[in-house]
């Protein structure tokens, strides 16, 4: 265990459709990051947070926002959700930028 | 072009062999660095080592070992004595310093499996 938790477990959504992923990083970390895992894309950088603020971004499409909140848990929001998001969506916490990465057990979404 | 290339889709070993993994990463930043993380069948990513660009030496750790060689832009790493348990997929990972943050890459990673 990771100390790292992610809700839901599972998703499923149609089409057009907006969801909410949320993430509590391991205590003590002030840095969070999102990453999606699809079979075609491989595993893809989305965004990066440190103490509330965000720090760089990725691959992260203008469908998708990201916000790290006081207690520092994170959400990511996904909009006009299309088939390509199904995915596994990763959420992953350090002690600070570019150390090693603590990840949690993923979000499965399902876009029907 | 990719920024870190894992060569190797899928490796099978038969339990006791040793196996590499490779990793050839591309940056033009003088700082930055190098992971290895391992992906079980259960899901969840697991990190195994950092690495910064200052740090050459080679690091072992138990059946564990890489060795960052800059001169090649490589990161191998090597199982000694491959175990079931290390059947999983492995992703090398490279970060890059930003202004404020930093950007990270993975491989499209190795799957090992290690046959009983």
Request: with cysteine; charged share 20%; glycine share 6%.
């Amino acid at each position: 265990d990771s100390g790292v938790t992610q809700t839901p477990k599972h998703l499923i959504t149609a089409t057009g459709q907006r969801v909410t992923l949320r993430c509590s990083p391991r205590s003590g970390d002030l840095s969070v990051y999102w990453y999606q895992q699809s079979l075609d894309q491989g595993l893809q950088f989305l965004i990066q947070y440190y103490n509330g603020e965000e720090r760089a971004k990725g691959n992260i499409l203008e469908r998708f926002s990201a916000q790290q909140f006081p207690d520092l848990h994170s959400e990511l929001n996904l909009s006009s959700l299309e088939l390509g998001d199904s995915a596994l969506y990763f959420c992953a916490s350090s002690p600070d930028v570019a150390y090693e990465q603590y990840f949690g057990p993923g979000t499965r979404l399902t876009v029907t | 072009a990719q920024k870190v290339t894992q060569a190797q889709t899928e490796i099978s070993v038969v339990e006791k062999e040793d196996v590499t993994l490779d990793c050839v990463y591309e940056t033009r930043d003088t700082t930055y660095y190098l992971f290895w993380y391992k992906q079980p069948p259960s899901g969840e990513l697991v990190f195994l080592i950092r690495r910064n660009s200052f740090d050459e030496q080679n690091e072992i750790s138990g059946r564990y070992s890489w060795n960052f060689q800059k001169s090649t832009s490589s990161f191998n790493f090597t199982i000694t004595a491959s175990q079931v348990v290390d059947s999983a997929v492995y992703f090398c990972a490279l970060s890059e310093a930003l202004l404020t943050g930093n950007q990270f890459y993975f491989g499209t990673g190795t799957s090992l499996t290690v046959i009983p």
